[in-house]
């Protein structure tokens, strides 16, 4: 069964979440601000995380983003209706759903539920030559790329960034980052070059481009690939 983490200031709806989830089947851990979290993501193998927005030490949009650069878990919100620009910003920073305190019971399991269950469908399936993400397949041996079954022509730069994204679901890489790993150099006016790469590639493997299903930017930081929508 999944193992959760919960992660909220209050200890009472900590403890009320934990006996709830656990009657469900779940193993629960607990945290209570968004440092003690982070310990526990890297200790323990989580399948799921209810993160509070509001919290001390860490709160939840700044333990989102420490998330993101190396886990891929859904992540629930929990959240106040006076912490909707919180809420919103969380989202777009990598959260998958979002509860409203005061919340019931039965809403958050079937969430944590549907959450869980579209993870494990959309969760890349890799073999020893192909990676598929949502409606992507790559094949390394071939250096095949296919899109809903359509074969898509890259150029070898394209294909780098795109195995680079594949291989690493949900971590988002500056620009310099993909350009150290695709490049090989140092970089020196790397912005532009991957920039330009990034928008040639989506044109690709984009429905639409303009509101992409799979190479997000994340605001400030880089790009990440998403499973698709």
């Not at 106040?80 to 910003?89: F, M, P, R, V």
């Not at 305190?101 to 494990?120: C, H």
């Not at 959309?122 to 071939?142: A, C, H, M, V, Y």
Request: glycine share 6%; with cysteine; net charge negative.
């Amino acid at each position: 069964m999944a193992t959760i983490l919960i992660c909220d200031d209050e200890k009472d709806i900590v403890s009320a979440l934990d006996i709830y989830l656990s009657s469900e089947g779940y193993n629960i851990l607990r945290a209570y601000n968004g440092a003690e979290a982070l310990e526990k993501i890297e200790n323990n193998n989580v399948d799921l995380i209810l993160l509070d927005v509001m919290m001390p030490v860490l709160d939840g949009i700044q333990t989102i983003m420490k998330i993101r650069e190396n886990h891929d878990m859904p992540v629930i919100f929990l959240s106040a209706k006076s912490e909707d620009t919180d809420k919103i910003l969380g989202l777009n920073l990598g959260a998958d759903d979002y509860v409203t305190k005061p919340f019931n019971m039965v809403e958050v399991a079937a969430r944590v539920r549907s959450n869980l269950r579209r993870f494990r469908m959309t969760e890349p399936k890799q073999s020893e030559d192909t990676i598929i993400i949502g409606g992507i397949s790559l094949n390394d041996r071939s250096k095949q790329v296919t899109v809903d079954g359509d074969y898509v022509e890259l150029t070898p730069k394209e294909y780098e960034i795109l195995k680079l994204l594949m291989e690493n679901p949900g971590r988002v890489f500056s620009n310099k980052e993909v350009y150290k790993a695709v490049w090989g150099e140092n970089p020196n006016g790397y912005e532009g070059t991957v920039s330009v790469h990034i928008r040639h590639l989506r044109e690709k493997i984009e429905v639409n481009p303009a509101d992409p299903r799979y190479i997000q930017a994340v605001w400030g930081r880089g790009y990440r690939l998403e499973r698709g929508r």
